[in-house]
Structures are given as structure tokens and as C-alpha cells.
T-cell receptor, first 113, second 112 residues
């Protein structure tokens, strides 16, 4: 079974600063995808960024970038220039070869002005 | 531009009652899934489907049934609701070969 680990406690970050959210995963699959989702207090799941296991470049989407270190099985999310609207829960997820998307327990981020 | 639609958004059930959570998508996606989210937990996979007529169990399938008679619809049935099934339920869909997973807005279920 796939396992996603997000162990950081709730994080406070100053507005306009960068924040890094840690995610490690465990899989024996050779091909897989890694995702980050944002869940604001309203509850919806918002897709942020995707990294394929064979992608050589780290994924970037606007202020979001994924620091993918395959050998260490880590897929950290970096949010640059934090905004108040970034306050939310952030979930790391992995889509293995079985297509059973598995989620970590999430990181709570609070952006303070 | 509906995407993934879940109904109802909120539901209160009594222990032992049965009900069906509806999920429909209008994007012709092959893959559909049901997840539950409990406090302090990520989303856990209940059941999923890779196409009409094909379903399989996820991580926490007990107490739930699914069927996939059409590409568009993937209902989740609670046969005899228990307080342990109090949770927020998400339906999701994805195009085969694509990376983005689309989620519904969620159904908040309380079993008393």
C-alpha cells in the first residue's frame, strides 16, 4: 500500500514570505504521480500542482513549486510570496500505478499580516 | 460547466437508516472515486471505478456499496448508517491518462 507522510504541525507564516510544506511518500511503483491540493475553510479541494515520477524538471505553477527529490521520496511544496488567501489545509497525494489516489493527513497553514 | 456534482450537501441520518449519496460528472471521465474525510485525517479512499460496470474497493469500504451503471454517475450507498460513518464525503473524477483530479463540493453526513 502507498503511504504519504505529512508531519509538520500547524504553521504560521508572515505575509509575503515563502513557506515549504514537507511530504514524503513510500511506494514500490516505478511510475506514479504526486499532487498537492489546497482545502480552504469552505471545504472544497483545489488542485495546485502535479509532478510525474519521470519528470526531470520540478513542477511549477505560478507561486507554487514542487521540490521533487525522487531518491529521497520527497515532494515538498513551496509557496512563494504568501498571501492571506493561502491560509488553508494543504494535502499531498500520490497516484500510484493502481490509480488509487492516496492522501497524507495534511498541513495547516495560517498566513499572518 | 458543472464538473462533479454531489447531492445532497448536508444530511442527518439516524443509526440504521440507509441512504444514497449521489455523484455525477459531465466530463466523460472514466475514473471516479469516493473518499471520506475525518477530522485530522486526509482523504481515505472508499471505492473507486475505472469505467462503467467496473468497481473496486479502496482503503475503507466496509458499510458502503457502489455501482457504476453509466459513465456519468457513481452513487455511494450506506446500507445501515452508523455513527462511525459521520464524515465529509468527496466524489472525484479523472480522465484516463490525465493528471488532474476533479472533486465535488463534498457531502457532510451526520449519523445520530
Amino acid at each position: 500500500a502507498q503511504k504519504i507522510t505529512q508531519t509538520q504541525p500547524g504553521m504560521f507564516v508572515q505575509e509575503k514570505e515563502a513557506v515549504t510544506l514537507d511530504c514524503t511518500y513510500d511506494t514500490s511503483d516505478q511510475s506514479y504521480g504526486l499532487f498537492w491540493y489546497k482545502q480552504p475553510s469552505s471545504g472544497e479541494m483545489i488542485f495546485l500542482i502535479y509532478q510525474g515520477s519521470y519528470d526531470e524538471q520540478n513542477a511549477t505553477e505560478g507561486r507554487y513549486s514542487l521540490n521533487f527529490q525522487k531518491a529521497r521520496k520527497s515532494a515538498n511544496l513551496v509557496i512563494s510570496a504568501s498571501q492571506l488567501g493561502d491560509s488553508a489545509m494543504y494535502f499531498c497525494a500520490m497516484n500510484p500505478e493502481s490509480n488509487r489516489l492516496a492522501f497524507g493527513k495534511g498541513n495547516q497553514v495560517v498566513v499572518i499580516p | 460547466n458543472a464538473g462533479v456534482t454531489q447531492t445532497p450537501k448536508f444530511q442527518v441520518l439516524k443509526t440504521g437508516q440507509s441512504m444514497t449519496l449521489q455523484c455525477a460528472q459531465d466530463m466523460n471521465h472514466e475514473y471516479m472515486s469516493w473518499y471520506r474525510q475525518d477530522p485530522g485525517m486526509g482523504l481515505r479512499l472508499i471505492h473507486y471505478s475505472v469505467g462503467a460496470g467496473i468497481t473496486d474497493q479502496g482503503e475503507v469500504p466496509n458499510g458502503y456499496n457502489v455501482s457504476r451503471s453509466t459513465t456519468e454517475d457513481f452513487p455511494l450507498r450506506l446500507l445501515s448508517a452508523a455513527p462511525s460513518q459521520t464524515s465529509v464525503y468527496f466524489c472525484a473524477s479523472r480522465q484516463q491518462g490525465a493528471t488532474e483530479v476533479f472533486f465535488g463540493q463534498g457531502t457532510r453526513l451526520t449519523v445520530v
